[in-house]
């Protein structure tokens, strides 16, 4: 339980960061707003990548305690 309430509580503070850093960076408002609309495809795609990692430890160290 814990672990998941740091892995979220990481995953939230790296969007805030990311939107925030979006939002104060000087550029005109298209430019903002464009790449405002490309980071949630990229966050899935990070996202996906490292579960999918993660899943495939999770299921190595599983399989490494179910042969002994």
Known sequence: MANTK?????IAGAAIGAI??????????????RKIADKPGDWKANTTDSFTGWLERLQQAIDKEVKK
């Not at 740091?6 to 990481?10: A, K, N, P, R, S």
């Open 6 to 10: 740091t892995v979220f509580g990481l």
């Open 20 to 33: 925030a850093y979006i939002l104060v960076t000087p550029r005109n408002g298209t430019a903002a707003r």
